[in-house]
């Protein structure tokens, strides 16, 4: 049965990766879609695709959820309903030791991977409170899980993002709002050249000689929350492809 029909998904990062598949599969589902980023050529592009494959009414908004300013502004300037808020936007900024990182990487995943998302969550929850309906999809990590050599503050932000997501369901309890999270583990999207600054070698050395997940993997797992029946929560699960078993356990076999 396909619950999804009519209702608005409000996407941010949708301009690639998990973002842009999960924009796609909202769309096929007959979904209306409010898709946010930085790249606003990607978002007019994605637009103009999804109303033209799956005749969808798509509204876009340009701009960093490091800007809290400007994630109110987006939230308060919808006119529809938000059914459902898919905290996507993210990223992982170097692999710096705790005694030597850049400070600039830091701030940058502080910043988006737990300020951005708590902002969004804080705006676009307080309408969803008063329609006492909604439902908001965390994408998190295995990094949430495990920590792991040069990855102190990115896994200290996903740690905050499987926080935030289960005292949000604590704190929405007696409403008709869901909290869910995805926590996958190594996928292939831009997310790795973001992480080494642009290096492409050392960014597909990531996925050498594995199968990982597709940023559409994650995408289906997404739909198939957002599309229970209403009184079903997911508020987590954790997704591997095959070759790996833990954060650092990864099986690279010929393939």
């Not at 109110?72 to 059914?83: G, L, M, T, Y």
Request: aromatic share 6%; glycine share 6%; charged share 20%.
């Amino acid at each position: 049965m396909n619950r999804l029909a009519n209702k608005w998904v409000l996407i941010t990062g949708a301009t690639s990766g998990i973002g842009k598949a999960s924009a796609t599969l909202f769309a096929q589902n007959q979904a209306n879609l409010i898709i946010t980023g930085r790249r606003d050529d990607r978002l007019k592009t994605l637009k103009e695709e999804l109303q033209l494959q799956h005749n969808t009414e798509v509204l876009t908004f340009c701009f960093d959820i490091r800007d809290r300013e400007a994630c109110k502004a987006c939230v308060d300037s919808i006119q529809h309903p938000i059914d459902i808020l898919l905290n996507n936007a993210g990223l992982a900024a170097g692999k710096g030791k705790i005694d030597d990182a850049d400070f600039a990487d830091w701030d940058a995943m502080i910043d988006t991977n737990i300020k951005g998302l708590l902002s969004m969550t804080r705006f676009v929850s307080e309408r969803m409170k008063k329609q006492n309906n909604g439902h908001i999809i965390n994408v998190g990590s295995i990094a949430g899980y495990e920590a792991y050599p040069g990855g102190s503050v990115y896994c200290a932000t996903k740690y905050a993002v499987r926080a935030i997501t289960q005292a949000a369901k604590i704190d929405l309890t007696g409403t008709n709002i869901r909290v869910s999270s995805v926590a996958p583990g190594l996928v292939e999207t831009e997310f790795s050249k973001v992480r080494f600054h642009g290096d492409e070698e050392k960014a597909a050395a990531v996925y050498e000689n594995i199968q990982p997940l597709t940023g559409m993997d994650i995408a289906e797992i997404i739909l198939f929350m957002a599309n229970r029946p209403p009184h079903v929560n997911i508020l987590d699960t954790i997704v591997f492809p095959v070759a790996q078993s833990s954060a650092t356990i990864v099986s690279r076999k010929s393939i």
